[in-house]
T-cell receptor, first 112, second 117 residues
Framework: DAKTTQPNSMESNEEEPVHLPCNHS???????IHWYRQLPSQGPEYVIH???SNVNNRMASLAIAEDRKSSTLILHRATLRDAAVYYC?????????????FGKGTKLSVKP | GAVVSQHPSWVICKSGTSVKIECRSL??????MFWYRQFPKQSLMLMAT?????????EQGVEKDKFLINHASLTLSTLTVTSAHPEDSSFYIC?????????????FGPGTRLTVT
């Protein structure tokens, strides 16, 4: 499985945008880029996913590099509730319901 | 949205006893369910994958006789930790995969914190 690399931790101020980077230089053509986040003592929560084009939803935006070797999760206005560990995961589709392999993720701290 | 529940949310048991954890998909049918374990300050580690009506597939290093998984219906999977020991104390999280809005996604339960004394 292709691996992802994320910074261990990042800090942000409340109500400011946050850009969480992820490198996935060995990504294959059928790998989708998924982002999940895990709040303390809770199960992971789906945030967003994409293949090639940038994606927006009510939680965040996902910017994917043209060569797909990196991506950035964008939280437009961080709130204290966004403090969590954010995981960037590659997942292969093609009818597969395969498991998600979690790396160490990025621990985001949000300062008031 | 898709909701996955787990019961209990936390449990304390004595060493040598068995504990059963339930995972339910509340508003969709889950053909595949996954069980993860997470130790403090670590990431989630996949333990096993179960498909409805089939035997679970365990990851390397996970004892299938110790962690019994049953996926009897499309909405329920159970994990039984048999003869639990203090080193089994962990945060156990299930996820369910189902087809919603034309695509398969994986939805996670809130987790069960197991403490073995």
């Amino acid at each position: 499985d292709a691996k992802t690399t994320q910074p261990n931790s990042m800090e942000s101020n409340e109500e400011e945008p946050v850009h969480l980077p992820c490198n996935h230089s060995t990504i294959s053509g059928t790998d989708y880029i998924h982002w999940y986040r895990q709040l303390p003592s809770q199960g992971p929560e789906y945030v967003i996913h994409g293949l090639t084009s940038n994606v927006n939803n009510r939680m965040a935006s996902l910017a994917i590099a043209e060569d797909r070797k990196s991506s950035t999760l964008i939280l437009h206005r961080a709130t204290l509730r966004d403090a969590a560990v954010y995981y960037c995961i590659l997942r292969r589709y093609g009818g597969s319901q395969g498991n998600l392999i979690f790396g160490k993720g990025t621990k985001l701290s949000v300062k008031p | 949205g898709a909701v996955v529940s787990q019961h209990p949310s936390w449990v304390i048991c004595k060493s040598g006893t068995s504990v059963k954890i339930e995972c339910r998909s509340l508003d969709f049918q889950a053909t595949t369910m996954f069980w993860y374990r997470q130790f403090p300050k670590q990431s989630l580690m996949l333990m096993a994958t179960s498909n409805e009506g089939s035997k679970a597939t365990y990851e390397q290093g996970v004892e299938k006789d110790k962690f019994l998984i049953n996926h009897a219906s499309l909405t329920l999977s159970t994990l039984t930790v048999t003869s639990a020991h203090p080193e089994d104390s962990s945060f156990y999280i299930c996820s369910a995969s189902g087809r919603l809005a034309g695509a398969y996604e994986q939805y996670f339960g809130p987790g069960t914190r197991l403490t073995v004394t």
